[in-house]
């Protein structure tokens, strides 16, 4: 292995000393972002950074994002919006369910657009619009629930709810939108169930003269497999960070090729040779058939390794070769098995998601060994590591 450095700036200075990070490629959100604005023009592109941008970090992923090509952020939370309001970013920011009555004040004074399905959300927004006062219409979204049964009004009352925005003079129904339950399955029929009903409750605000602009239903399954859930604009999250909504997905036409923007990665810490029958980690739960270098990689489960990862044939990628994971994950630290004789050493790059030589291990491949989806992967990755951004590398990772 060549000589490896450490990234010379780590944006958390908190960690300064720790050899291990995810290292964020913003050049493929860019470019995940390009390719799928492309494939649902005419509609937009909604960049969804909710979860501090599902693990990647949200300020970055909104501006390679709309320098891609969206040209909406969404967020779960008024404190994600006004966190990337005090980042600069001035482009529109839908929050996706309706803010608690309190925080409305925050929504109109970040200028975030929020999602309405209630009665009393709704006074709230109005009030605090008022407060505020003397401003263009504020900006309203309109959720009906067509059958995820999360959060949404009923399409009935929800008609009734947009039709008052309609008619308020302070505020503009900007948008009116629905989410899909099963999205990431192409065939399944409930899609249609869902949208047929979203389309009868356009139809009833349009008999009333009342047509939003901005109609919006697609999450990543249904901008790329869905071309009838693409309406006005799509929130697309996962695609957006280069992982396919389903572990099969990837493959599944008409998906473009999108690149997977995380890795996350280690220096080994401290490296052993250890004899045949002994037993490594808690539990001793991983005996060693003939004598092994073993080394230490300092990310554990409370880094967002999971920790069922050993139990399942859990594998990373040191000098080019998967190696497994050596019993039990532990809290801040994992052992691998390098194999015998292996030319090891402290500082030596480990790669747990991501790319090295000829090897790739995903975040779906963790995720379906450890029985759940990419997604809580990366979001699970948890604030203790420290994320890197290629503008901030000095070169390319050794072995990649
Ligand atoms: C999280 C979320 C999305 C994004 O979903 P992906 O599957 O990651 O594209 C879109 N819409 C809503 C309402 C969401 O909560």
């Known amino acids: 292995m060549p000589a490896r450095s450490r990234p010379a700036a780590v944006m958390a200075p908190a960690y300064e000393h720790r050899d291990g990070y ?12 390009a390719v799928l604005a492309a494939q649902v023009a005419p509609a937009g592109l909604c960049a969804v950074v909710k979860a501090g941008g599902y693990g990647h970090g949200a300020p970055e992923v909104a501006r390679a994002a709309l320098d891609g090509g969206a040209t909406w952020l969404a967020v779960a939370l008024v404190e994600e919006g006004r966190e990337l309001r005090a980042e600069r970013i001035a482009a529109p920011i839908l929050v996706l369910s309706e803010p608690p009555p309190a925080a409305m004040d925050e929504v109109v004074a970040s200028r975030l657009t929020p999602t309405i399905y209630t009665r009393p959300g709704l006074d709230a927004l109005r009030h605090a619009v008022g407060r505020a006062g003397g401003r263009p219409p504020f900006p309203v979204h309109v959720k009906v629930d067509t059958g995820m049964h999360r959060v949404g009004a009923a399409p009935g009352e929800a008609v009734d709810l947009a039709l008052d925005v309609a008619a308020d003079p ?6 009116f939108w629905t989410h899909l339950a099963v999205a990431d399955e192409v065939d399944n029929p409930y899609n249609t169930t869902q949208l047929d009903l979203y389309d009868h409750a356009l139809d009833a605000l ?4 009342v047509r939003p602009r901005v109609r919006h239903a697609a999450n990543s399954g249904g901008a790329l497999w869905h071309p009838r859930a693409r309406y006005d604009l799509v929130r697309c999250g996962i695609a957006l960070y280069g992982l396919a909504p389903d572990a099969e997905g990837i493959t599944r036409p008409p998906v473009p090729a999108l690149r997977p923007a995380l890795s996350l990665r280690a220096g080994v810490s401290y490296v052993k040779e ?3 029958k002994e037993r490594v980690s808690y539990g001793l739960r991983y ?11 300092p990310l554990g489960y409370a880094d967002g390794v999971p920790r069922v990862l050993s139990a399942v044939g859990g594998e990373v990628l040191v000098g080019g070769r998967r190696c497994p994971i050596a019993g039990t994950v532990t809290m801040d630290q994992i052992m691998v098995d390098c194999g015998p004789g292996a030319e090891v050493r402290s500082g030596d790059e480990v790669v747990l998601i991501g790319r090295q030589g000829d090897q790739t291990i995903t975040a779906w491949d963790w995720a379906v060994a450890a029985g759940t989806i990419a997604y809580e992967v990366v979001c699970g990755i948890s604030s203790r590591v420290p994320r890197v951004y290629d ?10």
Do not use: C, K, M
Request: glycine fraction near 14%; avoid cysteine; proline fraction near 7%.
């Open 22 to 33: 995810a290292l964020i490629d913003t050049g493929a959100i860019r470019a995940n972002a």
């Open 274 to 276: 250890v004899a045949a």
């Open 391 to 400: 503008h901030t590398w000095p070169g390319p990772p050794a072995g990649s």
């Open 206 to 209: 349009a008999g009333h003269g």
């Open 287 to 297: 005996t060693l058939a003939q004598e092994s270098v073993i080394a230490t990689v």
């Open 170 to 175: 302070a505020l503009d129904l900007e948008g």
